[in-house]
């Protein structure tokens, strides 16, 4: 059930290169024979590099000491029980008397008891794991978040659990005691915690683990949802990433198709007359008749899969950020266009574009744009994510093309990159 993949493994492919950083075999391998399915331990001798340009002991103490962390981006937690925040937090100060900051004297104070930092949604705070979510994220095609467990010597941070999202761990400084051992209740949703099933983790955590191994810096470790875990540091302070992807799942995909139910005549009629909810029987004929309707109601397949992908994408849109844009580095860009300006599509921007009535439209995000037909060749040449001068764009004039990049740069879809 659990392997530590051989050091000369095929890597992962360019096109999915944050991926491939975490794991030391194929990505088509990955995806066949792990995701989802069982842990992949990837040895640090087996990658090649470290995560140092990601993460640091010196990264901790700068967002500890100096950038106003708020709660809940930071939380602790001593023996298994998480702290309150009054513990480690207090007021800024004169100008930033905001209560729930961090206090990094409080914090040394805990820590030195033995209690562990977690600082979370670091793919909001953090610029190297900024652009390393938002490219993970392009290559699982997933939502993905990233924490980090700064643990004390010889501690623990929480007791045996399952996550209801899958994980990388990223293993920054020091060492950690990781035990792991299959799921009591398998591929569990978010509505599904791990407490929900408290007493069976307990007892599973007693039986013999299927991983139980030391992470030093370097080493990678995937966990699919509902496998149990715990971590104890060892010897110096122990750091490491856990990036959590929130995995898309087939009762997604149903909660997307049932949204087709509106549209069915048969299945917007009312339920007879006095019906009583708490037979069985009587509500066995309404049940079967409202199958038959739904399988009708999704007999098209195109259309369902149509709908499925537009729904999904819209989550997942919602649920992650496009590549940050710089408003005022844009704004004077916009200024100084040229031919010879060089744009290129924002990065992780998904977008729709569709022509019709001699206008070309444009979807992206809250974004819906209208431009003449003419920039369709330009848009698609952008939207491959190429960088290109503005005199270059296909089918445009310098003078048009220059009007239309201004549009596209003032409503985030471009950046400039020079």
């Given at each position: 059930?659990?392997?530590?993949?051989?050091?000369?493994?095929?890597?992962?492919?360019?096109?999915?290169?944050?991926?491939?950083?975490?794991?030391?075999?194929?990505?088509?391998?990955?995806?066949?024979?792990?995701?989802?399915?069982?842990?992949?331990?990837?040895?640090?001798?087996?990658?090649?590099?470290?995560?140092?340009?990601?993460?640091?002991?010196?990264?901790?103490?700068?967002?500890?000491?100096?950038?106003?962390?708020?709660?809940?981006?930071?939380?602790?937690?001593?023996?298994?029980?998480?702290?309150?925040?009054?513990?480690?937090?207090?007021?800024?100060?004169?100008?930033?008397?905001?209560?729930?900051?961090?206090?990094?004297?409080?914090?040394?104070?805990?820590?030195?008891?033995?209690?562990?930092?977690?600082?979370?949604?670091?793919?909001?705070?953090?610029?190297?794991?900024?652009?390393?979510?938002?490219?993970?994220?392009?290559?699982?095609?997933?939502?993905?978040?990233?924490?980090?467990?700064?643990?004390?010597?010889?501690?623990?941070?929480?007791?045996?659990?399952?996550?209801?999202?899958?994980?990388?761990?990223?293993?920054?400084?020091?060492?950690?005691?990781?035990?792991?051992?299959?799921?009591?209740?398998?591929?569990?949703?978010?509505?599904?915690?791990?407490?929900?099933?408290?007493?069976?983790?307990?007892?599973?955590?007693?039986?013999?683990?299927?991983?139980?191994?030391?992470?030093?810096?370097?080493?990678?470790?995937?966990?699919?949802?509902?496998?149990?875990?715990?971590?104890?540091?060892?010897?110096?302070?122990?750091?490491?990433?856990?990036?959590?992807?929130?995995?898309?799942?087939?009762?997604?995909?149903?909660?997307?198709?049932?949204?087709?139910?509106?549209?069915?005549?048969?299945?917007?009629?009312?339920?007879?007359?006095?019906?009583?909810?708490?037979?069985?029987?009587?509500?066995?004929?309404?049940?079967?008749?409202?199958?038959?309707?739904?399988?009708?109601?999704?007999?098209?397949?195109?259309?369902?899969?149509?709908?499925?992908?537009?729904?999904?994408?819209?989550?997942?849109?919602?649920a992650t950020r496009p590549e940050p844009v710089r408003p005022l580095a844009t704004i004077a860009a916009v200024t100084a266009l040229s031919g010879d300006t060089r744009v290129r599509w924002r990065g992780s921007l998904p977008a729709r574009i569709d022509e019709a009535d001699g206008r070309v439209r444009l979807r992206a995000?809250?974004?819906?744009?209208?431009?003449?037909?003419?920039?369709?060749?330009?848009?698609?040449?952008?939207?491959?994510?190429?960088?290109?001068?503005?005199?270059?764009?296909?089918?445009?004039?310098?003078?048009?093309?220059?009007?239309?990049?201004?549009?596209?740069?003032?409503?985030?879809?471009?950046?400039?990159?020079?």
């Amino acid at each position: 059930m659990f392997d530590a993949a051989p050091q000369d493994a095929q890597r992962g492919s360019v096109l999915r290169p944050a991926l491939s950083r975490c794991i030391n075999i194929s990505t088509d391998e990955f995806a066949r024979d792990y995701w989802s399915r069982r842990p992949l331990l990837s040895p640090a001798d087996t990658l090649g590099y470290g995560f140092d340009d990601l993460f640091s002991t010196d990264a901790v103490d700068e967002l500890v000491s100096e950038r106003g962390v708020r709660t809940p981006f930071i939380r602790m937690a001593h023996e298994g029980s998480v702290l309150k925040p009054a513990r480690y937090t207090a007021s800024g100060g004169f100008g930033a008397e905001v209560g729930d900051q961090v206090s990094s004297d409080k914090v040394l104070a805990e820590f030195a008891g033995g209690a562990t930092i977690v600082l979370q949604g670091l793919h909001r705070l953090w610029p190297p794991l900024i652009d390393f979510t938002r490219r993970l994220i392009d290559d699982v095609g997933h939502p993905a978040q990233v924490n980090a467990y700064v643990t004390p010597a010889s501690s623990r941070g929480f007791d045996p659990h399952y996550d209801t999202h899958d994980v990388f761990v990223l293993q920054i400084a020091g060492e950690k005691h990781w035990t792991i051992h299959a799921p009591v209740h398998a591929d569990p949703l978010s509505n599904q915690p791990w407490s929900d099933h408290a007493e069976a983790v307990a007892a599973a955590a007693e039986q013999q683990p299927v991983i139980d191994q030391v992470l030093r810096p370097g080493d990678a470790l995937y966990l699919p949802r509902g496998w149990i875990h715990s971590a104890k540091a060892l010897g110096d302070t122990s750091v490491h990433l856990t990036i959590g992807m929130a995995a898309y799942t087939r009762s997604d995909v149903v909660d997307a198709l049932l949204s087709v139910v509106g549209d069915a005549e048969d299945l917007r009629t009312s339920l007879p007359l006095g019906i009583d909810l708490t037979d069985a029987d009587a509500l066995r004929p309404v049940v079967e008749q409202t199958v038959q309707a739904l399988m009708t109601a999704l007999a098209d397949s195109d259309g369902a899969s149509e709908l499925a992908s537009r729904r999904l994408s819209s989550r997942l849109a919602a649920a992650t950020r496009p590549e940050p844009v710089r408003p005022l580095a844009t704004i004077a860009a916009v200024t100084a266009l040229s031919g010879d300006t060089r744009v290129r599509w924002r990065g992780s921007l998904p977008a729709r574009i569709d022509e019709a009535d001699g206008r070309v439209r444009l979807r992206a995000r809250a974004k819906d744009l209208s431009l003449p037909a003419e920039a369709s060749p330009a848009l698609r040449q952008l939207a491959e994510g190429e960088d290109v001068a503005i005199r270059d764009l296909e089918g445009l004039d310098d003078a048009s093309a220059i009007v239309v990049v201004r549009r596209l740069l003032r409503e985030g879809i471009l950046v400039a990159t020079e």
